[in-house]
């Protein structure tokens, strides 16, 4: 049997709000109008955001702070707007190479908004221990629906 060799062979457990940072690394890491600082040490992600009308979107649609059992994460978003929740994500992705399209549907129980990704695996570390490399392994919908969890708008990925 052949024995793969690593840098390491020890895991490391990834704290939540490291894991919460790695998604949004993921969902807005290519946006070249959005850096996210933060320090891994501290529960605290700030995002800078050049678009000032994005940046009111984004501020909308996360929450101001995210807890992780006795840990609160504080998000620092700086804008203020007012937009439907498509608007709102229209604003938030415009250049985000990651979202494919904005869809809306008229159905006759009303209006059905959809957020379609790219047909991309995501990978970051997060000590998961049925990865040999202990990545998580996910697509840019998941990511949504953990970082937009009250939006009115499903989720989905491109199937091409």
């Given at each position: ?17 490291v ?12 946006d070249?109008e ?12 700030k995002?800078?955001?050049?678009n ?28 203020h707007?007012?937009?439907t ?27 059905i908004?959809?957020?379609v ?10 000590d998961?221990?049925?990865d ?15 970082i937009f ?10 199937p091409?």
């Amino acid at each position: 049997m052949k024995q793969r060799t690593t840098k390491t062979n020890k895991f490391e457990l990834a704290l939540p709000w490291v894991t919460y940072k790695c998604m949004l690394n993921a969902m807005f890491g290519k946006d070249p109008e959005i850096e996210i600082l933060s320090n891994d040490e501290e529960p605290e992600i700030k995002l800078v955001v050049k678009n000032d009308i994005k940046a009111s979107a984004l501020r909308k649609l996360m929450p101001e702070s995210k807890m992780f059992g006795n840990v609160k994460l504080t998000i620092n978003i700086e804008s203020h707007a007012k937009a439907t929740d498509i608007g709102l994500l229209n604003e938030a992705f415009q250049g985000n190479p990651i979202l494919d399209s904005l869809e809306s549907y008229d159905t006759p129980f009303g209006s059905i908004d959809f957020a379609v990704f790219k047909k991309e695996v995501v990978q970051f570390y997060n000590d998961e221990w049925g990865d040999l490399n202990g990545l998580k392994s996910t697509l840019y919908e998941d990511i949504a629906r953990e970082i937009f969890p009250d939006m009115n708008v499903r989720f989905c990925t491109n199937p091409e």
